[in-house]
Each structure stands twice: as C-alpha cells, then as structure tokens.
T-cell receptor, first 112, second 112 residues
Framework: KAGVTQTPRYLIKTRGQQVTLSCSPI?????VSWYQQTPGQGLQFLFE???????NKGNFPGRFSGRQFSNSRSEMNVSTLELGDSALYLC???????????FGSGTRLTVV | LAKTTQPISMDSYEGQEVNITCSHN???????ITWYQQFPSQGPRFIIQ???TKVTNEVASLFIPADRKSSTLSLPRVSLSDTAVYYC?????????????FGAGTRLFVKA
C-alpha cells in the first residue's frame, strides 16, 4: 500500500511569505503528526492531529499552524517566513494516537 | 515527558554487534521506549518498541532493565548500510506523548 506522501518535495520561499505543506497519510491512518528537522535543533515535534482535532502541540510560535481534513489528509502552514524556518518538514501517520507511525520523505523548505 | 540521553556518535566495523544505550531517568509508568533509524534526507523508520525486559524482532533487540531508567538497542552483525542516526524516544502510549520528543540521536558509522 502507498506510504505517507508529502508535497512538494522541495520549496524555496522568500522571507515574509507564507507556505502550505501537504501530507497524505497511509490509507486508514487517522493520526498525522508534523515535525521540523534542522541540523542545529534536530527533530522537533510540531503538532499532531487525530480525526480533525489537534491532540498534541509542540513548542512552536503561532506562525506555525496545521489542520486535518475529513479524509485524514493534513496541511501545515507557516506564515511570515523567517530564515530560521529553513528545514526538512516531516509528516508521519499512524492508525491511532497510541500506535507507532510511518514517516514520509519530507518537504525541504528553504527560506531566502 | 521523559527526556532521553544518548551518545552523540559511535563507530563500528562490519559484522560486529552494536549496542546503543539510552538513558531516561524520569521515565513514567505509562511510558514506552521506541527506537527509530534515520538515513540522510529520509524520514525516521521504526525499529523496535518495548516496555520492559527484552524485545526482539528481525532487525534488532531491545533490552530494558527492571528500573526502566535506561534501554539498550542491540544491532547484530551490522553492515555498511546500518550507518545512520538512531533515536530513542520515551513517552506515554495512551496520549500520543511518545511521539513528541526526539533526542539528538546517536550517529552510527559502520566501517568496512
């Protein structure tokens, strides 16, 4: 079965712009989590959605937001981009909040 | 949420057994221990998960002492393709908290 699909794979944006990243979970998975990975900070948890509700949230500013649709697909949005937002953004899906999860290959965002 | 401490890096040779230890002194009663493997520019991949004593699968073994304040991931007879970053996560399976904290990981380098 298809894995976790993230689009786009690569993205270049300018400071001050906003960006929306998309994640399609594995079919049947209702939990979607988002992570930011940078060389300096490592893997950091952004938020988790389950059945369209945010269940867990990491320690990121309000510029980072997300949502989940009824088909479990999820989007995350970053507004007023800063250079420090350049990172690999990873999405992971699981059947439920207390199940192990599968990661996508990520979206590499570069802010210039 | 329990934090974890792992060695920053380890070197090994092909065919050797590698043991990576993770410290989690404030692990809670409901917390599980999960290990992930990550290759460059890819999302982490689940290796193994356990609560106590020993868990073994086709890839690795996980040893957890009675006090659960540490755990050891054991990779038998590593190959060059096992060169990767290994993450230990600890968290509550019931709330999804086990997904939220990735440590810095251990960078394993396998040499020929």
């Amino acid at each position: 079965k298809a894995g976790v699909t993230q689009t786009p794979r690569y993205l270049i944006k300018t400071r001050g712009q906003q960006v929306t990243l998309s994640c399609s979970p594995i079919s049947g998975h209702r939990s979607v989590s988002w992570y930011q990975q940078t060389p300096g900070q490592g893997l950091q948890f952004l938020f988790e959605y389950f059945s369209e509700t945010q269940r867990n949230k990491g320690n990121f500013p309000g510029r980072f937001s997300g949502r989940q649709f009824s088909n479990s697909r999820s989007e995350m949005n970053v507004s007023t981009l800063e250079l420090g937002d350049s990172a690999l953004y990873l999405c992971a899906s699981s059947f439920s909040i207390n199940y192990g999860y599968t990661f996508g290959s990520g979206t590499r965002l570069t802010v210039v | 949420l329990a934090k974890t401490t792992q060695p920053i890096s380890m070197d090994s040779y092909e065919g050797q057994e590698v043991n990576i230890t993770c410290s989690h002194n404030n692990i809670a009663t409901n917390d599980y221990i999960t290990w992930y493997q990550q290759f460059p520019s890819q999302g982490p991949r689940f290796i193994i998960q356990g609560y106590k004593t020993k868990v073994t699968n086709e890839v690795a073994s996980l040893f957890i002492p009675a006090d659960r304040k540490s755990s050891t991931l054991s990779l038998p007879r590593v190959s060059l393709s096992d060169t990767a970053v290994y993450y230990c996560l600890v968290g509550d399976m019931n709330t999804g908290g086990f997904k939220t904290i990735f440590g810095a990981g251990t960078r394993l380098f396998v040499k020929a």
